[in-house]
Structures are given as structure tokens and as C-alpha cells.
């Protein structure tokens, strides 16, 4: 069995999203995969982890995220193992596919 993580550049989707958005790793980690450092479920801050998904299919509006709590399930310094979800108050989940 391979054990997966979600690293820096991992792709994150968003269920109402025109495009993917890759995430930006900043949470001080001592684990790191090829060099690239492993998530935690603190990666969760819009701008700086999490960028736009492009257009919203709702409101058509741009698809920026507002994500309020860390990611789930998990824990704060356990690395993220996908797939993970995060919730919008957009009313829409966006998340790290498995295999990423």
C-alpha cells in the first residue's frame, strides 16, 4: 500500500470552480516529500494557501474560497493524507483529490 500526503503544488478543485488551484505550503513542517513540504490541515489560509478557482458556475462572479476552519478530517500536526475537504462559506467543498 503507497502511503500518500499532500505537499506543496498539491491541486485543489473546487466543486463550482472554472479551473484548479495549487496550494502553497506555509505551516512550519518537518516533514517534507522529494524536497517539498508536507501539509497539515493549517494550510487552509485564502490568498496565501489557497488561491482563486476562477469563476464561480453559481454566481459567475470570480471562485475566490472563504474558508474560516482548517481542513478535515485531521490534525493539526499530522501531515494531510487525501482526500481532504475544506468547506466554503460560498456554500461549496473544495478539496485535494486523492492521488495528488
Known sequence: MT??????????KCDK????SPLTVITPSAAHIECAPVATIMDNLLGVNV???GVCAITG???????PIPWF???ASIPLVPPYF????MFRFFRVP???
Open 98 to 100: 486523492s492521488g495528488e
Open 3 to 12: 502511503n500518500l500526503a499532500v505537499v506543496q503544488g498539491a491541486i485543489l
Open 86 to 89: 475544506q468547506s466554503c462559506l
Open 61 to 67: 462572479a470570480p471562485c475566490v474560497p472563504v474558508t
Open 51 to 53: 488561491k482563486s478557482f
Open 73 to 75: 478530517p485531521g490534525e
Open 17 to 20: 470552480g472554472a479551473k484548479t
